[in-house]
């Protein structure tokens, strides 16, 4: 990310005010006759009306914070409108759809809590790449948004509504024409439709899945056939060793045996996020993918030693991330995950049973620059198996950061080791906030 700091903002800032490509609302009387960027944040446009003889015709980007004057939400002086940012708007509702899709140069629109339900209209924005209905309450998709011709990027947690009658003709259109590439992402239960539509979705690299459980076995049996073959073709449409591709998935209380395949070496995929209520074994598939650098194993119960000790042979990964509400016995050898730059765990305890926090070995990440480890009820760091803070990351490891919670003796034992250590990195006690992540 580029950001622009000191003088140099303010001059761009002050510029694009006086050449009213950009306007902020802080309550102020009168609004510039022409503007073209429009920002309200918090309560600053809620005093703040758009007088009819305001041109907004020009205006190309719209983003509301929170209240505004019910002047501002008539989409219909928006003519030339490309980029609609409504995601933290407290005032939007259904009625406004109507107009909003009736703005056919629309690229980007974010909508917020407020939508339950979107129209059919959209089938309009045939210029829209981004729609992002992560902070809405909508469950189903309707089959227009996947026939968007330049559609990109999709955002959201939903089902497809029935589509039995168009399946032929949408296979068709996803096939030859479908720009998508984000599909992040959409709900599996017994419904077999979305698994079966990615396989058709060849231009998807990032893909986000949640799984439900249905009192069906044999419909659940089926989807499950489905989701694994979908994930499979998607994995393995992964050839270039330099495409970013990601894959979240969100197994809840759902058995893993679909994620039970292997894959050949000349499969790629950057980037696995697996979250379950209890990950009790690494699949088969991710000691295989060659370039996996990013790993994040999420259970709101344990993560098994079976697991943990599955993961020095990803060898390749640069971060891994650990959230658990147990961590059972964690050792990392010397000559393990020797690439890794990043170390993160979050964990509510160790088990009952070990009562040993991770172990590093002496030698163990040779090129470790940031370890995260929050966990109340830890030790110093050479008690209870220990982590030789000494040699972790000799001449890489610029941060430690750990739980704030943790007893004041070893917070002084943690910063003495770090004081002896070659890099002297920084060490910084937070607070853990959620062991595991918001379904967002």
Not at 371 to 398: A, E, M, T, V
Request: with cysteine; proline share 3%.
């Amino acid at each position: 990310t580029c950001q622009a700091h000191g003088m140099m903002l303010e001059f761009i800032l002050h510029k694009s005010i006086c050449d009213n490509f950009i306007t902020f609302l802080y309550g102020q009387a009168r609004l510039p006759d022409k503007i073209h960027c429009v920002s309200i944040q918090q309560n600053s446009g809620s005093k703040t009306r758009v007088d009819s003889d305001i041109d907004l015709s020009l205006v190309r980007s719209l983003t509301i914070f929170g209240k505004a004057h019910k002047s501002f939400l008539n989409f219909s002086r928006y003519k030339l409108l490309r980029v609609l940012d409504l995601e933290e708007c407290d005032e939007l509702e259904d009625e406004h759809l109507k107009k909003i899709c009736k703005r056919l140069l629309l690229k980007y629109l974010s909508l917020g809590r407020g939508i339950t339900v979107l129209p059919k209209e959209i089938a309009k924005l045939k210029f829209l790449e981004t729609l992002d209905l992560r902070r809405t309450v909508i469950k189903f998709l309707p089959i227009q948004v996947l026939e968007l011709p330049c559609l990109i990027h999709l955002f959201g947690v939903f089902k497809i509504q029935d589509a039995e009658q168009q399946m032929r003709k949408l296979k068709s259109f996803l096939t030859e024409k479908s720009k998508l590439e984000t599909l992040a992402g959409f709900v599996t239960d017994r419904c077999q439709t979305f698994p079966q539509l990615t396989k058709h979705m060849t231009n998807l690299a990032k893909v986000k899945i949640w799984c439900e459980n249905t009192a069906d076995a044999s419909s659940s049996s089926n989807s499950d056939v489905h989701l694994s073959e979908a994930i499979q073709e998607f994995i393995q449409r992964g050839t270039d060793v330099n495409d970013v591709r990601s894959l979240s998935l969100d197994v809840g209380e759902c058995s893993q045996e679909y994620l039970n395949f292997s894959l050949g070496d000349s499969c790629y995929l950057s980037s696995l996020k697996l979250k379950g209520n209890k990950i009790c074994r690494l699949p088969p598939f991710v000691t295989s993918l060659a370039v996996l650098t990013d790993l994040c194993l999420s259970s709101s119960d344990l993560l098994s030693s079976d697991v943990l000790a599955a993961l020095s042979n990803v060898r390749a990964l640069r971060y891994l991330k650990l959230i658990a509400r147990h961590l059972d016995r964690f050792v990392i050898e010397r000559g393990d995950l020797q690439s890794l730059r990043r170390l993160h765990i979050v964990v509510v305890s160790m088990t009952t049973m070990s009562k040993q926090q991770p172990e590093i070995q002496e030698g163990a990440l040779p090129n470790l620059e940031s370890f995260h480890l929050l966990c109340k009820d830890l030790d110093g760091p050479f008690g209870h198996g220990g982590i030789r803070i000494d040699s972790l990351g000799l001449g890489c490891l610029r941060e430690i950061v750990l739980d704030d919670g943790v007893r004041e003796t070893a917070k002084e034992q943690w910063k003495d080791a770090a004081r002896r250590h070659p890099k002297r990195p920084k060490v910084v006690f937070v607070g853990a906030g959620d062991v595991v992540d918001r379904r967002r």
